[in-house]
């Protein structure tokens, strides 16, 4: 794939496939992760026509632009996407989120067609990857650090035990004090404009029914999908110098930590090291934050008795498990108690993607975004209100 271009915001930009828009259940992750599996395994042979876009990928969102990048489509602030989630095989790639102009705050998931599967694997891996440099953004205490501390504490998620992901959400996000650019308003439309969909969007009984036309406004969109900004970028300084007089030399290394965080432009294998590593949390906060992720997510690390070795810390049905990387003379890669060989570990993670073989379940593509928000803020709400002519000018940000 080669190295991600780099926008002067700090955004990446790639093309793919608009295939449409479908209704989310509020529910358990996992069973909610099940749900998004078959849907999206329905829509794999879809012949529907397909618009061509950009998707622009930030650490404030993601933005869809036409094929020109000359129309603003439709837009995501990052906390209100909820996950994101690729199937490689079927070169698709798509991710769930909030629509907060909706009265009953429907989630929908997105769904997009790469040109092939690297591709579609290139664009989730970007998306986790903004999720992974939101959390570093909100939480620069938990950041990497050279000498190894104790664990953080970390309040147990109620995803994985029955609730909806809004119920989750509410618990997990007030974990920590806001630090970064993410309060929003948003502006009240009916949800009825979000919910009929042609009958050319309509599948088979076991598809999911697409919205496109009623997703995509161009300037105009009704869904709730555009998210405005009470901050603007003086209250945002005038912000960021308050905390910093407040906390002294604390905020200040706080500051430089977030200085020093990578940044999207990486090649493809960069990228993905980045991601599998949770490159830039420190170790112990990443085994507390997968507690919380989707079934089969893992993180690559160094085996904790054996420094020299990695592993693969997993998320398996029956709860956390640690599967050392052995590394033979040949210079082949296996997992523990496994018996193929790969000629990296990159080859073995794929594999293993694809294929649960001899696993109690396959590794995930999918990740969750521990910084996704579901409660609507009054007080934005109020301003959004009051300043219809400074709302609709920050439109242009996610």
Known sequence: MGEAPLAEDGAVTRSAEYVGSFPVEDCALDEQMEQLDLQLRSLKSCRRRRRTVALR???????????????????????????????????????????????????????????????AQFLNLLLCRCFQLSYLEKHPEEAQEESGGSAPQHNPSLLNHGFPLSVSALVSFRRAPFQGFFLGSKKTKKAADGSHSCKDDVFSTSSPSLMRKNVIRSKNLQSGAYRSFTFTPLKQRGFQEHLSLSQGKDQNKKVARRARAPSLAETEEALAQAVWCWAGIATDSSYSLLADDVLGSYLLCSHPKKPKSKCLFVRFPTGMSTILIQNSQ????SLEKCKLKFPSVAELIEYYTDSQDELPCPLSS?????????????????????????STQRREWI
């Open 57 to 119: 990928f930030s650490v404030k969102g993601v933005k869809m632009y036409n094929e020109d990048e000359t129309t603003l489509l439709m837009a995501h602030a990052l906390h209100r996407v909820s996950l994101s989630t690729a199937r490689p095989a079927d070169a698709q790639f798509a991710f769930v989120s909030h629509n907060p102009g909706s009265t009953d705050a429907q989630l929908y998931c997105h769904v997009f067609r790469a040109r092939h599967a690297r591709a």
């Open 366 to 390: 999918a990740r969750v975004n521990h910084c996704y928000e579901w409660e609507e803020a009054a007080g934005t709400q109020r301003a959004a209100r009051l300043s219809p002519r400074k």
């Open 330 to 333: 040949k210079g082949k890669f």
